[in-house]
């Protein structure tokens, strides 16, 4: 069964934290503000979300403001691609 | 300090820059300076505030536009304790970033530590970059900035008789630039001007450029390519201003102090302007940061062995 945008998403955080790709967190987790990704992670999920979903990031999108967490990362691939994520 | 070997890395400084390799080779990411320009900005400034570099308390911060030959421009007026209450040297900040890149945003960790722990009033500006705006439209800028800081530094409670042109990298090259341009203009009189880390020779051909050119966090590939966007002649467009370690220095230039990082690709760049400035009789103190690496002010919340260099940094600005 194809990974959903979130399960993707979830996956992506998880191997570009540096406390581990065991580390848990929920959806509306901060993720940057509780340290489960820090500025270099950023960049990794970034590069992994535009590998998985075809797409390139425009400028406007590179803010902190939409790598908060799990939530805020799908709702800034929904408004790219034109479709809301599945969870 | 002209060497063929390279120096030892601070402890500090290579376990960041082993973080930062790792991490790079893990997601298979490219050199930043490689990724297309508009990208790049916006990315050095997300990377920049999710590293999340402690804001030192300010008394006032307050978004301004600056008149310049070219229109407004961005800035931001930094004071670090209330107005009265110290005797506030003006601190013109020039932000780094190759003129390509970076801005007042990128750089507001740094303006607020400058006008806390000096104390000082900081005046920042957001410069026109390349390659949009061809050389010396950056520099200009930068002067205006210093004709507006000069104009309403009372008003805001810093001292105009003591005004310090301060920047890191470009910025701290602009810095000198700016100090260049108020002599020959007979504009104001500068106290001081604060390097941090200069490119003061855009023909990149100082030893350092060679001994810390790959693997010290600011290569040779990255500085030439910020060089071109700069000047299109390439090196043939340095001039005394943005190559003032090329070219005498004028007696009566404003004093200065740089502060030089080791392991620096432009660490020799500063070395060979000082002797330009003894030169001339042009008072400047450098300091040597061992072990460290290109724009370390910046990175100090992520490089402690900075900490003591922020110090006689700030004391000299202090004293200016």
Redesign the interface.
């Known amino acids: 069964m194809p990974q959903t945008t979130r399960e993707l998403l979830r996956n992506v955080v998880r191997q570009?934290s540096p406390l581990g790709s065991d580390v848990r967190f929920a959806d509306d987790t901060p993720i940057?503000a509780d340290g489960i990704?820090?500025?270099?992670?950023?960049?990794?999920i970034?590069?992994?979300i535009e590998r998985a979903l075809g797409v390139t990031l425009p400028?406007?999108a590179?803010?902190?403001e939409n790598?908060q967490s799990i939530d805020t990362l799908a709702a800034m691939v929904e408004q790219l691609s034109g479709r809301e994520a599945a969870p | 300090m002209i060497r063929a070997e390279p120096a030892a890395l601070h402890p500090d400084t290579r376990a960041y820059l082993a973080d930062m390799s790792a991490l790079m080779a893990k997601m298979k990411l490219p050199p930043l300076w490689t990724v297309e320009l508009a990208r790049r900005r916006a990315l050095n400034k997300m990377l920049i505030a999710s590293s999340k570099p402690p804001l030192a308390p300010c008394d006032l911060v307050e978004d301004v536009q600056i008149p310049t030959r070219a229109g407004p421009r961005r800035g931001r007026v930094y004071r670090g304790v209330p107005a009265g209450t110290a005797d506030l040297p003006v601190v013109v900040y020039h932000h780094g970033g190759g003129f390509a890149i970076g801005g007042i945003d990128e750089s507001d960790h740094e303006c607020r530590r400058y006008a806390a722990a000096t104390p000082a009033l900081v005046v920042a500006i957001e410069y026109r970059k390349s390659p949009e705006h061809p050389y010396p439209a950056s520099e200009e800028d930068c002067y205006d900035a210093l004709l507006w800081a000069a104009d309403r530094a009372a008003s805001y409670g810093g001292n105009p008789a003591r005004i310090v042109l301060a920047g890191v990298s470009a910025g701290a090259g602009a810095a000198t630039a700016t100090a260049l341009r108020a002599l020959e203009r007979g504009g104001p009189r500068i106290a001081l001007v604060a390097a941090v880390t200069p490119w003061y020779d855009k023909t990149l051909s100082q030893p350092s450029m060679q001994t810390y050119g790959s693997g010290f966090h600011l290569d040779r590939e990255e500085v030439e390519h910020y060089r071109d966007l700069l000047l299109p002649a390439g090196a043939a467009g340095a001039d005394r201003y943005n190559s003032p370690a090329l070219f005498p220095a004028p007696a009566g230039l404003a004093p200065h102090y740089l502060l030089v990082a080791e392991c620096d690709a432009v660490a020799d760049d500063s070395y060979v302007f000082a002797e330009r400035l003894a030169a001339a009789g042009v008072p400047y103190e450098l300091v040597l940061a061992k072990g460290l690496i290109h724009a370390f002010t910046l990175l100090a919340h992520l490089i402690p062995a900075a900490d003591p260099y922020l110090d006689g940094l700030h004391a000299a600005i202090r004293n200016a």
């Open positions: 570009a940057l990704i820090d500025s270099m992670g950023i960049l990794g970034m590069t992994e400028p406007e590179l803010v902190t790598f």
